[in-house]
């Protein structure tokens, strides 16, 4: 966390800084996610897990393999994958695991992101996340119940479309829809000029080989009503704008959503009435 307070202040005044040096701090910024420590609740629920640990290609920035930790609880036939968000990690799911662990014949299966949590890496980034999750599918098997927050939950659609599966139940919670909004609050959030926000986003696009507008949830979502999709969001997000959410759902209106004002982009994870409809709608009764 200490490193990621330096960044932050650092970038809080660009004006004496190189262009070379800008776009690297504007990277760091965006792309490396700061490391908070387990609670002990936290740690004690990991502990009744199976670890395990996969790897996948940072093909965009080290170029190497980059193992990350995973953890599983149970071994029935529900299979149920949690997908965290940025700068967040399995264990920020403690409220829902422990509620999901209260259910029969479940398994459920998550994991730090490379570069999240306790999973090596200095910098992260949503192909990673991506990678990860298809990893797990592929290690584990096709998952009954698929839950993502924030990042985790755009990630989850990518790589299911990728994957060509579709869950009995897709939950997304303060889904990201617009990659590049969100980018645009993580630097607004320092003051960064938008002379120097383009620069960073003709960057992007150098690394990635394609802009960042690409990455909007539109691009990738191919599913139709045959899928059980639950979106829970706060129309008062400080993180994702939820207009863009508004105009998602509007297009698509077989899509359920709740939307549970001044819950708090990080807190909805555990917000208990959002909590209890996730478990009473979606599980209470077999998959």
């Known amino acids: 966390m200490k490193h990621y307070r330096q960044i932050y202040q650092q970038a809080k005044d660009l004006t004496q800084m190189e262009s070379s040096a800008i776009d690297d701090l504007l990277w760091k910024l965006i792309c490396y996610a700061p490391k908070i420590p387990l609670r002990l609740a936290q740690q004690q629920l990991l502990d009744t897990a199976e670890h395990f640990q996969l790897s996948v290609t940072d093909t965009y920035f ?11 609880w149970g071994t029935g036939s529900r299979k149920i994958l949690l997908t965290h968000g940025w700068s967040s990690k399995a264990a920020d799911f403690s409220a829902l695991l422990e509620e999901l662990l209260k259910l029969e014949d479940v398994e459920i299966i998550a994991f730090d992101a490379p570069g999240n949590g306790s999973s090596p890496a200095e910098l992260s980034n949503l192909i990673l996340y991506i990678e990860a999750i298809k990893k797990i599918i592929n290690q584990y098997g096709k998952p009954s119940a698929v839950i993502g927050h924030s990042l985790g939950a755009m990630a989850n659609v990518i790589a299911l479309q990728q994957a060509g599966i579709k869950p009995d139940v897709l939950i997304s919670i303060a889904p990201v829809i617009k990659l590049k909004a969100l980018f645009c609050n993580m630097m607004n959030s320092v003051n960064v000029p938008e002379k120097l ?5 003709t960057s992007f696009q150098a690394t990635f080989n394609r802009p960042v507008s690409d990455y909007d949830l539109d691009t990738y979502y191919n599913f139709d009503h045959t ?5 829970a969001f706060d129309e008062e997000d400080a993180v994702v704008n939820s207009a ?3 105009l998602f759902l509007k297009e698509r209106p077989w899509i359920k959503s709740e939307n549970y004002k001044g819950a708090g982009h990080e807190k909805l994870i555990r917000h208990t009435p959002l909590l209890n409809d996730l478990i009473r709608d979606y599980f209470s009764a077999t998959l």
């Open 227 to 231: 899928l059980n999709h639950w979106i």
């Open 197 to 201: 926000q383009d620069k960073f986003f």
């Open 244 to 246: 863009y959410l508004n």
């Open 62 to 72: 080290t170029k190497q393999e980059l193992v990350f930790n995973g953890f599983k």
